[in-house]
């Protein structure tokens, strides 16, 4: 007997033996006596004597139940209460209660079971934590799904339950699929399962029906969770993108509107700039003859009357030739312009330093009356135009001197450095950024003039003077812009009134139709 005394002391669950009407305790082996915390003094005394608030709890009814009717009582996760020193400790049970039979007669109880405390508060904790993730999946602005280690789903907030109208039943495991739009099913499943077969995150934009019928857009997200090189289980979401779809269909249908304007507006106006280079050129090449006739008869007119005028009647004769000269000089400029607009000159690899040098021996005769000094520093070698090269720095030139400040000597000087288009992002479109360019300048000590109107210089027939301060047809700087521009470069100017002006030159070290 005292063997089985043991084994039940050392038995892996909690064994007790009540007897009587007040429940006497005889026997508690040392799991039970652990969970109670009291020792075998105990024995011999009423059940509910040691632990009154067992009784408060409802198990006097249980006991006297079992002992009445002879029914066994089972209960599982059930919770006990005990009482200590103000101090309440809540434990959990599988249990039993069993009669025992003495002689045909019940005289008492035995009570066996588990203690699963440990189990069911883990279990409410998981719970608790379960409970506050729905509600924070719920008060989220957006879908939030789960899914286990196959892809099936297990788990929406009610976002999507209010969105779709499906039930849970209808939406778990692959029942989602049910409301995705025809056209985005295909590409959804084959990216779904390649993130499934490769543990790798999914991503997708889709439409998905709502429970009005019509679709929006989701862009849905899933992220594998992994654990020891395992996958166990997907964690999504679902953001409603309709809106930021529309704007972008607007916005491309802005776009494609504004870009079949833009390539119109572009059409008619290199329609309108070659009909007006194609003017300039026919009206220049044909005024020139009927200009040349009007010479040749001004020229006889005025030999033959000759020893006949007077004074006022040769100046009279002087202005018409000036007059003739200028109109002379603004043909040749409108051809010069109407050439560089076309940029259909042959390149070839021109020398700057030489075409410097026959551009300053074009204008030795003006250097040495405006006693100018012009500093040429080394110059690069272009693949470029050697005849609108030369027009290029004939005007800038020829300008610098024509804007000189009287009674101070011209001082002139053009230099050159290799720099990227980065380096000037102002003036550079953005895919020139990396291309490599010659920056050329060309610096003065003129008259200057207000940089707000640093491009209107450049306008053909522009002049910040009157032809009476300064000769010219305002011709010179549109065709310095044109040539740059037919070479694939760029230019710019900065001045102050008094202070000079720098030219700025952007040339390309080899021009886009020539590979080396």
């Not at 992220?223 to 529309?246: A, F, H, M, R």
């Not at 109109?327 to 390149?347: F, P, V, W």
């Not at 024509?402 to 101070?408: E, H, I, P, Q, R």
């Not at 230019?491 to 390309?508: C, D, K, M, R, T």
Request: some cysteine; glycine content about 6%; charged content about 25%.
């Amino acid at each position: 007997m005292e063997s089985i005394y043991k084994i039940f002391d050392q038995a892996p669950v909690v064994i007790g033996f009540v007897r009587g009407e007040e429940y006497v305790l005889e026997f508690a082996n040392d799991a039970l006596l652990k969970v109670w915390k009291v020792d075998a003094t105990v024995f011999g005394k009423s059940l509910f004597a040691v632990f009154p608030e067992l009784e408060r709890q409802g198990f006097r009814h249980l006991l006297d139940n079992v002992r009445k009717t002879g029914n066994p009582f089972s209960a599982y996760e059930y919770p006990i209460q005990f009482e200590r020193r103000d101090v309440v400790d809540i434990y959990y049970f599988d249990f039993i209660y069993q009669p025992f039979y003495e002689a045909g007669e019940i005289t008492g109880v035995i009570a066996v079971g588990y203690d699963v405390t440990e189990k069911v508060v883990a279990k409410q904790s998981a719970q608790r934590g379960e409970k506050r993730w729905t509600e924070l999946a719920n008060s989220m602005p957006v879908i939030v799904w789960t899914a286990d280690e196959q892809g099936r789903i297990d788990f929406c907030n009610e976002l999507w339950y209010r969105t779709t109208g499906l039930t849970p039943e209808e939406t778990h495991g692959f029942g989602w699929m049910s409301v995705l739009h025809p056209d985005d099913l295909d590409k959804c499943v084959d990216a779904w399962h390649h993130a499934l077969a490769r543990h790798t995150p999914y991503a997708m934009e889709a439409r998905y029906r709502t429970k009005e019928g019509d679709y929006k857009w989701f862009l849905t997200r899933g992220l594998p969770v992994i654990e020891d090189g395992n996958l166990i289980s997907w964690y999504g979401t679902s953001t409603d993108i309709t809106d930021q779809k529309d704007t972008e269909q607007r916005l491309d249908a802005l776009v494609t509107g504004r870009t079949l304007k833009l390539e119109k507006t572009l059409e008619e106006l290199q329609y309108s700039n070659a009909n007006l280079e194609q003017f300039a050129y026919a009206a220049s090449h044909d005024l020139r003859e009927p200009l040349r006739k009007s010479q040749f008869y001004l020229d006889r007119l005025k030999e033959g009357l000759r020893s006949q005028l007077n004074e006022n009647q040769l100046q009279l004769f002087e202005r018409l030739e000036n007059s003739q000269r200028r109109m002379q000089n603004l043909i040749e400029d409108l051809l010069d312009y109407s050439q560089a607009a076309k940029g259909t000159s042959q390149k070839e690899q021109v020398d700057l330093n030489k075409v410097l040098q026959t551009v300053l021996e074009d204008l030795e005769l003006e250097i040495e009356t405006r006693s100018a000094t012009v500093d040429i520093h080394p110059l690069p070698i272009l693949l470029a135009s050697k005849r609108q090269m030369h027009q290029l720095f004939q005007n800038l030139i020829g300008n610098a001197l024509k804007y000189s400040k009287t009674a101070v000597a011209p001082s002139i000087s053009v230099t050159s450095t290799v720099v990227t288009g980065g380096e000037f992002q102002a003036y550079c479109a953005a895919g020139d950024y990396e291309k490599v360019f010659h920056h050329i300048k060309v610096t003065d000590n003129g008259i200057g003039f207000d940089q707000k109107d640093a491009d209107k210089i450049f306008m053909v027939f522009t002049r910040l003077h009157s032809s009476e301060q300064y000769r010219g047809s305002g011709i010179g700087l549109s065709i310095v812009r044109k040539v740059v521009e037919s070479h694939d470069g760029y230019i710019w100017s900065e001045s102050e009134l008094g202070q000079g002006a720098v030219f700025h030159l952007l040339l390309p070290l080899m021009a886009k139709d020539q590979q080396t």
